[in-house]
């Protein structure tokens, strides 16, 4: 008999899927290839009392991923909001919250920006001008110290199903901890299901929050890249390029060295930020645009 459910961890060819009557069930996918991530439904057979096989794969409403010229890696399924955290301390990547936001923006999923560690309040300034440019552009920003408490944050998540990303060293786990009073015992109990043991940091994990809304915690990056979107895609990602599309002089204007560039123009006129500007250039010239 086939049954349906999530995926409420990933890790390796090892899944964990959640039934619909609460219980979970130990999964593998049939064959070789296995591109499931976090928050897929699927539909699994019973293979044993203790684990099952995946048969299939529910169509998603959403994919987040990241790629480079080699190979993709899945983030997370069916999600309707990502969470950025960024932290006053360690310092974060600007260039890392835009490529977020424009993975975000192709997928058309809400983003939401995290500020953590608000309690340091000699690096407060400089963390908030870095994300200035962001703000302007309209990008919902919250401002916390998630020691302290995560309560301003619950209505934001209520509704949605949102995946945290982020570098290391932001705070997310405490985030999640905050957020999921029983989120450490759910980690050790889904790394003895997957049988995953230290690599516990290491896959995506979906918590409940409520029957509503659910939240997945993900790895920590250092890198994402966008290898799988288009020229078109990665317009489409800058928001403040829209209203600019379709007037350049040229109709495949690569909004580079070409005149009559009105993106270019914008960028001159101060109307388009010139480090966002910088980011959609190299963002062309790592995907060949």
Same mark, same amino acid.
């Given at each position: 008999?086939?049954? !349906?459910?999530?995926?409420?961890?990933?890790?390796?060819?090892?899944? /964990?899927?959640?039934? %619909?009557?609460?219980?979970?069930?130990?999964? #593998?996918?049939?064959?070789?290839?296995?591109?499931?991530?976090?928050?897929?439904?699927?539909?699994?057979?019973?293979?044993?009392? =203790?684990?099952?096989?995946?048969?299939?794969?529910?169509?998603?409403?959403?994919?987040?991923?990241?790629?480079?010229?080699?190979?993709?890696?899945?983030? =997370?399924?069916?999600?309707?909001?990502?969470?950025?955290?960024? =932290?006053?301390?360690?310092?974060?990547?600007?260039?890392?919250?835009?490529?977020?936001?424009?993975?975000?923006?192709?997928q058309d999923?809400?983003?939401?920006?995290?500020?953590?560690?608000?309690?340091?309040?000699?690096?407060?300034?400089?963390?908030? %001008?870095?994300? %200035?440019?962001?703000?302007?552009? $309209?990008?919902?920003?919250?401002? /916390?110290?998630?020691?302290?408490?995560?309560?301003?944050?619950?209505?934001l998540l209520?509704?949605?199903?949102s995946v945290?990303?982020?570098?290391?060293?932001?705070?997310?786990?405490?985030?999640?901890? =905050? /957020?999921?009073?029983?989120?450490?015992?759910?980690?050790?109990?889904?790394?003895?299901?997957?049988?995953? $043991?230290?690599?516990?940091?290491?896959? %995506?994990?979906?918590?409940?929050?409520?029957?509503?809304?659910?939240?997945?915690?993900?790895?920590?990056?250092?890198?994402?890249? /966008?290898?799988?979107?288009?020229?078109?895609?990665?317009?489409?990602?800058?928001?403040? #390029?829209?209203?600019?599309?379709?007037?350049?002089?040229?109709?495949?204007?690569?909004? *580079?060295?070409?005149? $009559?560039?009105?993106?270019?123009?914008?960028?001159?006129?101060?109307?388009? *930020?010139? $480090?966002?500007?910088?980011? #959609?250039?190299?963002?062309?010239? !790592?995907?060949?645009?």
């Amino acid at each position: 008999m086939k049954l !349906e459910g999530t995926v409420v961890a990933a890790h390796g060819r090892h899944y /964990l899927v959640e039934l %619909a009557d609460g219980g979970t069930l130990p999964c #593998f996918p049939r064959g070789k290839k296995s591109d499931l991530a976090c928050g897929d439904r699927v539909t699994v057979a019973r293979s044993g009392d =203790a684990q099952g096989v995946i048969e299939s794969v529910l169509p998603r409403q959403t994919l987040l991923y990241r790629s480079n010229e080699f190979r993709q890696k899945l983030i =997370a399924a069916n999600v309707t909001q990502i969470v950025i955290v960024v =932290a006053t301390e360690p310092s974060f990547s600007e260039e890392l919250i835009t490529r977020c936001l424009v993975a975000a923006e192709s997928q058309d999923i809400r983003a939401l920006i995290v500020l953590n560690k608000c309690d340091l309040s000699e690096r407060l300034l400089q963390a908030e %001008a870095t994300l %200035a440019p962001f703000a302007r552009l $309209g990008y919902p920003q919250l401002h /916390l110290c998630a020691k302290t408490s995560v309560e301003p944050l619950r209505p934001l998540l209520a509704g949605q199903t949102s995946v945290l990303v982020g570098q290391s060293g932001m705070g997310k786990s405490t985030l999640v901890n =905050a /957020l999921i009073p029983d989120a450490n015992a759910r980690t050790r109990e889904i790394s003895e299901a997957l049988d995953s $043991g230290k690599h516990t940091t290491t896959h %995506a994990t979906l918590y409940r929050i409520d029957d509503e809304s659910a939240l997945i915690d993900s790895p920590g990056l250092q890198e994402f890249g /966008l290898h799988h979107l288009s020229g078109g895609e990665l317009e489409h990602g800058f928001r403040e #390029f829209r209203e600019f599309i379709g007037q350049c002089r040229f109709r495949n204007c690569r909004h *580079d060295k070409e005149p $009559g560039c009105v993106i270019r123009q914008a960028v001159e006129s101060g109307q388009i *930020d010139s $480090g966002r500007y910088a980011s #959609f250039r190299t963002l062309c010239r !790592e995907t060949g645009q």
